[in-house]
């Protein structure tokens, strides 16, 4: 079934240790997108200035992702860089021009409404909740935030994630948040907020998902290499929202075996390993889902016992 | 079967967020000896003064731990204090006073000569190779090392570690120790030391093993509450040789199912959490074996998909 996924399509240039790329197409909706695209149906919704080139349009058609949402107006595209510390860890920015996302006003296109998987990339939270209350029928809605609109938008914010089924950010987001340092507290503290299942992204260390009354833990892939970081933690959420579509869970109907949330959160770290493995979108040019499936398995393996 | 353990038996002055006791029973032998007594016949080699007090010879000898190696000379027992970062994931020297161990030179009862697991608390590499080499028939030996000899005694810990079946360290000290920050490429230089096992102890991420061409990944346990870390990687050094000896593992001859492995990795991972449940060894003043078990149930519970 589905996904709509909503965010920024972007140039970005990254320095890792690796190399530098001055120019290269990312941002969260895109690698979200083609992260899902691997699972289902894949929707997005984003603004892109005249300057977007068309062979980065025709990696996302190539993907089968649905463009009928990408708006183009006059104007640049959004554009960030970054440069990453020498153990990838940290990051800092050295450029974010805004351009045409700056009056970002998702509209979605009627043939999105019915979709029954919504994500929402980190983006206002007024916006996330505008392109929900555009939806109908959804069988499971959720997104990212980060310290930004946690810190200067928190009532904008809870109003936002009241409605989601899950919200999916790092561990420091998930402690800025709640106010709580430790992590058990914390999922305690943001089930009242609204969501009930809790998924947070520890970088090299894996992830946690936490539903209602358990949790499920999962490390990190031990890459031989983490070429670039950028884009991990979104197709972290691609391969998450990606497995459940697939499947056709309805969280509602309460009809998930719970350990097929845990899947959904090993295709998650699945995506978000390959992601790291080249410059920016490059791994998706050539990934195909037998590898993913075979990651999958060494998951299986290397926790097992 | 019966394991030697080597090390430090101390009196620990610590300050967490949560508190702060002037002098406990510490050291890194204690806490692996505590812990290996829960699974295997369990006796220790170390130094004490004349202030060590009965008390708690007697909780050691309660856990039936063979105190025949515990030597006992005229001055003060070596006292470390420290205090804690709020987070805990960092903690400062405040005093370190060697007293007895300073002149610390293990001697081994000869009823301990033939026990076939030996586990070498961090202490300076020659003092390591010296136990070793009093021992006959060992099936298994290994152990724990720190960025001080891996600094400054580079060459000794060299030509110590090349005898051991595994290394147990932190993450830190392994990329210290192989020149490496990938942890897959600091293990294939860690292997070219000697070792073939090697577990890396990441705190509050967990641990990994590495054995020749295989390696098992586990997240930690997740507290409610970390009272006090103090011990908690000496919890885990003890959990994994106590399970491997109560199993009668030989390394050496190869006959260990490599998930038998990794449950010794469950259970050190088991212990290291127990630890920091209470101040000091105080957890192990109620643990009993059927809590552990549990907990290693609840590991599976957790990890599994």
Redesign the interface.
Known sequence: MSVVIVGSVAYDGVETPHGRVERMLGGACTYIALSSSYFTNTKIVAVVGDDFAAEDEKLLADHGIDLQGLERVPGKTFYWAGVYS??MNDRTTLRTDLNVFANFDPKLPDSYRKSPYLILGNIQPALQRSVRSQMNGLKLAGGDTMNYWINDYRAELLDTIRDWDFLLINDSEARLLSGE?????AAAKIFEMGPKTLVIK?GE??A?LFHRD??????AY?????FDPTGAGDCFAGGFIGYLAEKGFDLHKDQVEP?EL??A??YGSVMGSFCCEKFGVDRFRTLTRPEIDARFNE???????
């Open positions: 020498p153990d340092y430790n992590l058990r507290r520890r260390y894996g946690i358990w949790h499920f833990i999962v490390p031990l890459l031989e290499e983490v350990k845990s899947r959160v090993i998951f299986r393996a290397f926790t097992e016992f």
